[in-house]
C-alpha cells in the first residue's frame, strides 16, 4: 500500500515537505478542509507515510454505509450535536493505549469559518501531548508537515505559531480558507 500511494502521489504532483515526528503519542491538525477530496488525500498520505492516525469523524458518515472501511481507515464517529464529553473521552482514549495519533481538521467543515473550533487544543493539553500540523496547500501541491507545539505554551501562543504556519497555505477552494480564523475564542468578561 505505501508504495501505491507514493505512486500516486507522485503521478498527481503532490510532494512531502517535513516528516511525523517519532512520538508515541500526538494530535495532528489538518487544514486547509476546503473539499471532500482533503479526506483522500489526507488517507493516501497516511499510507505513503506509514503512519496510522485515528480521526474523530461525523457520525453520519462514519456510521454509514462505509462503516467498516472508514473504521479501518480509524474513523471514530462523533455526533457534533452532543459534544459534550468529546475531550474527555478522547484524552481517555488516548491515555489508555501506549501509541494513539489523533488527527483532527479544526475548521470542523469545509466551508469557510470565523473561528477554528479548539478541541485539538484542549485534547493535546489535557493529555500533555504535542499538536502537529500539517497543511494540505493545493497551490504548491506539497503536503507540509510541521514542528511539534506544546500545549503547556498556552492557547494564544500556539494559535499564533499555527497562523504562521499555515500562512500562505491554499485550500483546493481557496476562498474557503482563512488564517484570520485561526484565533483564540471570545471569552465573556
Known sequence: MCKVARGLLRLAGWRFAGDVPNLPKMVLIGAPHTSNWDFVLAMVALFALQVRVYWLGKHTFVNGPLKPLLRWLGGV????????GVVEQTVDEMQRREQFLLGLAPEGTRSLVRRWKMGFFYIAQAASVPIVPVALDYGRKTIAIGKPVNPEIGETAVLAQLRTFYDGVQGKYP???SVESIQPRLRNG
Do not use: I, K, P, T
Not at 77 to 84: K, Q, Y
Open 175 to 177: 476562498h474557503q480558507f
Open 77 to 84: 464517529a462523533v455526533d457534533r450535536r452532543a459534544a459534550s
